[in-house]
């Protein structure tokens, strides 16, 4: 018995021994024991000769029959969570305790089926393996993941090693004739081979016929796939029809020099890699970064920032819809030329009026600057359903980038429990932010201030009177 090893011990990596030299059976053809690591750790022990073997052909028709998935499915799980995998289904049913049962059936029917196509055990039927989690988080990159581990590795690598792995298999049927072996053998062979209407299914999560009356047009071009990727990060509630105009103004580009962004976008990516983001929760890792920002582009604290001025200094081309859906307040693209963009949606509830429409561009160029490609897919929708910790550390950027803490803190210093409305109003005025935004700045630095804690109440119960 020799044992092969596919992939990399420190990425993805699989061991493989077969029990019997050969066999014209499937299940004892493919008999044998598969060990998997994942970062180095042994998250299915190999087990030969300790434990039993198990027929592998299993793991050839899980891999033929969601390969689709594997390819296609790119971004954060469909309900934009943004947990681990091993546990998003228990922060899904802490979620669907105060949903209604119609949605609960939809969101869990999605879910679930996305574990299905992406969890490597289920192809062990009947076998309690643990669980090993395939996701595609971008068209770059892929998480692969267990219960205490987890890697980002480059799609390509992962595809390689699962392709070897299946190849591996399939080998070990290719000169049977029975009817199993031939079917698995044949879709395997074919596991890419789909029309391109049926992968904008997979990529959107959107049904054939809406897919197939919008996309129609686009489905020869190569940005169809990144619009689909989109349509995944916003609920079905809002239909392809309703973000044809943001995929429109998504195509325009401008020849706008790309080097200004493609160089910051290298500098923030570094920067926050410096800044040990593992011991930073995701605020303090977009604070950090709009500070950096300003430096950067020397803006001083004390100033309000001109977002306009720059996007376009950084050749960031932003347009405007009309989309009467108020829970998309925006896109943005980064192109494979590197040109980027952002649309704005004038009716998108964070997005509407000159102060939600700074605070989406302020969001927005935290995804361009270190998302984009990176964490999530080339194109991101400001949506409920998009990725929830990217959406926590960009709206962080967005209110330090707008109202500096450092001036938060020193307004703060002035505050009496009468005078809040007014102070929110005058930080409001002077930088361009939503009272709103201003007050949870103001809330945040009291935190580091030596004040009353009857100041920290005034401004809690602002704060509250302004959501409403
Ligand atoms: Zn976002």
Known sequence: MTTQFIGHTTTLGF???WQEAAADQPMLATRGWLGATVANHEVWPHGAHDSESWPWIELLEFLARHWRYLEHEIGSDPLGLDEPLDCVREVAEARWDDASEAVRDVEEAQLLGYLRSHDLSRALRGALAPKLFVARRSERWARVSAANVSVDVPWQEVSETLVSLGDAIAA?????????????CLAWAERSKLDVVAQL?????RDHEQVSKLMQGA???PSAERFAVAARMVSERVSLVDLAPFFDALRE???????PLSLLRKRAVAHIGAADVAAMRRYEQGYTLARWYREERKIPETDR?????????LGVFVRSVSVDQPEVDAMCALHPSGAASIVVNTFGEHAQGALGRRATLAHELCHLLVDLGIVIPFVEAKSVRAPKHTEQRANAFAAELLVPQSEAARVAHELTALNVPETVRALSHRFGASQTLCARQLSYALRRVDVDTSI?????EYIRALEG
């Open 15 to 17: 061991s493989l021994t």
């Open 172 to 184: 070990r049927l290719s000169a049977l004739t029975d009817s199993r072996s031939v079917s698995v």
């Open 201 to 205: 299914v997979i990529a959107s999560g």
């Open 219 to 221: 489905a020869g071009e």
């Open 253 to 259: 580009e401008t020849e706008a020099d790309r080097d």
């Open 305 to 313: 920032i001109d977002l306009d001025a720059e996007l376009t200094a």
């Open 456 to 460: 920290d109440d005034a401004v809690a």
